[in-house]
Nanobody, 126 residues
Framework: QLQLVESGGDLVQPGGSLRLSCAAS????????MGWFRQVPEKEREGVSW????????QYRDSVKGRFTISKDNVKNTVYLQMNSLKPEDTAIYYC???????????????????WGQGTQVTVSS
């Protein structure tokens, strides 16, 4: 069964840190590029970050550059999103997803991802 399971979401104060994990099963991460998205109620899902098949090309949305770091462990078959200096506007449900292409252009387009996790809630609040 092809599956992605996120974990690591929590309630954290502004300025704090969290590390999200996304464990893949049923397929090997070394063959796929992966993305992280987030969504808040009544808004479209937005791309947060993307990592290429081999991990050598990485993309971030502008608002998280310098604060978030995506990484991939092909041995553990897990993708991570390290989030530092968190802000209230980072509050959302975070999803990982498998991309159908290894091209970075268009990485934040949700339609190019074919498998999604169930999401993990991140809340940044004092």
């Amino acid at each position: 069964q092809l599956q992605l399971v996120e974990s690591g979401g929590d309630l954290v104060q502004p300025g704090g840190s969290l590390r999200l994990s996304c464990a893949a099963s049923g397929f090997n991460l070394h063959s796929y590029s992966m993305g992280w998205f987030r969504q808040v109620p009544e808004k479209e899902r937005e791309g947060v970050s993307w990592i290429s098949t081999g991990g050598g090309v990485i993309q971030y949305r502008d608002s998280v550059k310098g604060r978030f770091t995506i990484s991939k462990d092909n041995v553990k078959n897990t993708v991570y999103l390290q989030m530092n200096s968190l802000k209230p506007e980072d509050t959302a449900i975070y999803y990982c997803a498998r991309s159908t292409t290894n091209r970075w252009l268009g990485w934040s387009t949700a339609g190019r991802y074919d498998i999604w996790g169930q999401g993990t809630q991140v809340t940044v609040s004092s």
